[in-house]
T-cell receptor, first 113, second 115 residues
Framework: AQSVTQLDSQVPVFEEAPVELRCNYS??????LFWYVQYPNQGLQLLLKYLSGSTLVKGINGFEAEFNKSQTSFHLRKPSVHISDTAEYFCAVSESGYSTLTFGKGTMLLVSP | DAGVIQSPRHEVTEMGQEVTLRCKPI?????LFWYRQTMMRGLELLIYFNNNVPIDDSGMPEDRFSAKMPNASFSTLKIQPSEPRDSAVYFC?????????????FGPGTRLTVL
């Protein structure tokens, strides 16, 4: 069975600093990887996804993530964060042939001035 | 497009009462998912429909929970009787197809409080 581990429950950073949110997964088959963002009192929305091809995936709002198969990781990065990036970020995995997603517990990104 | 619509946005009820949550998926989407989000357990999949048929309900916690999708544009999640431990935010999401690569589009959620 697939699983997702987000190592940090909370990441505080200052505005304009770089940030990396970590995600590791486990699966015995080929996977597809996703990052979703949840702003306060809203539903989740897709930031980016890795399906195949280039391991570096660019998403909305200046975020990018890199798929590393040997380390079973899919870390999310942004070179310079804004106050408006304060939100909860969820890593998720699906397996080829299955339609459901397994989500990590989420990482709360707190950006302060 | 209006996106996924959920109602009500907030529900406060007393233990033992019946609660019905409603969802309208994006027009043309044929897969629908119900999730529950709590601080302790994170985001859990409760049930998944494809073309109005329940495909995977292994996440439904117990018999007090039931879900229906009578047509392509409407689904309900019912809790009867409700208990305080059911307090959570319930999300509905839809996708255009049933593939594992598809983006799920989430509604704004229903915040349920059971007193």
């Amino acid at each position: 069975a697939q699983s997702v581990t987000q190592l940090d429950s909370q990441v505080p950073v200052f505005e304009e600093a770089p940030v990396e949110l970590r995600c590791n997964y486990s699966s015995s088959v080929s996977v597809y990887l996703f990052w979703y963002v949840q702003y306060p009192n809203q539903g989740l929305q897709l930031l980016l996804k890795y399906l195949s091809g280039s391991t570096l995936v660019k998403g909305i709002n200046g975020f990018e993530a890199e798929f590393n198969k040997s380390q079973t990781s899919f870390h999310l990065r942004k070179p310079s964060v804004h106050i408006s990036d304060t939100a909860e970020y969820f890593c998720a995995v699906s397996e080829s042939g299955y339609s459901t997603l397994t989500f990590g517990k989420g990482t709360m990104l707190l950006v302060s001035p | 497009d209006a996106g996924v619509i959920q109602s009500p946005r907030h529900e406060v009820t007393e233990m033992g009462q019946e609660v019905t949550l409603r969802c309208k998926p994006i027009s043309g989407h044929n897969s629908l998912f119900w999730y529950r989000q709590t601080m302790m357990r994170g985001l859990e999949l409760l049930i998944y429909f494809n073309n109005n048929v329940p495909i995977d309900d292994s996440g439904m916690p117990e018999d007090r929970f039931s879900a229906k999708m009578p047509n392509a544009s409407f689904s309900t999640l019912k809790i009867q009787p409700s208990e305080p431990r059911d307090s959570a935010v319930y999300f509905c999401a839809s996708t255009a197809d049933r593939g594992s690569t598809d983006t799920q589009y989430f509604g704004p959620g229903t915040r349920l409080t059971v007193l």
